[in-house]
Nanobody
Framework: VQLVESGGGLVQPGGSLRLSCAAS????????MRWHRQAPGKERELVAAISSNGGSTNYADSMKGRFTISRDNAKNNVYLQMNSLKPDDTAVYYC??????????????WGQGTQVTVSS
């Protein structure tokens, strides 16, 4: 199982970035996908989530209207479009695949993370 994030970097306040996560080694279309982030000295927090078929999305309140999560099940990729970035968005962003079966078995995979730095 692999989740490989890309697209992070340094961006000025107000700018945009698009993160990508390439998945392999599991049935991508059966998993909900999520983006989390962890800033220095802070706990990891959920940024956005998308259902396995892409029909449902959820966002943390501070990201609503600025971030958009999407997925391409044909390419086994999930994306996070981030607009109007703020210095507080500086963090390592992690891709996460989650599936909980009908019997309660949990499959939870994580990528290594990609650094996003918002600074002038």
């Amino acid at each position: 199982v692999q989740l490989v994030e890309s697209g992070g970097g340094l961006v000025q306040p107000g700018g945009s970035l698009r993160l990508s996560c390439a998945a392999s080694g599991f049935t991508f279309s059966s998993y909900a996908m999520r983006w989390h982030r962890q800033a220095p000295g802070k706990e990891r927090e959920l940024v956005a989530a998308i259902s396995s078929n892409g029909g449902s999305t959820n966002y943390a309140d501070s990201m609503k209207g600025r971030f958009t999560i999407s997925r391409d099940n044909a390419k086994n990729n999930v994306y996070l479009q981030m607009n109007s970035l703020k210095p507080d968005d500086t963090a390592v962003y992690y891709c996460n695949a989650l599936r909980i079966t009908s019997t309660g078995v949990r499959y939870d995979y994580w990528g290594q993370g990609t650094q996003v730095t918002v600074s002038s």
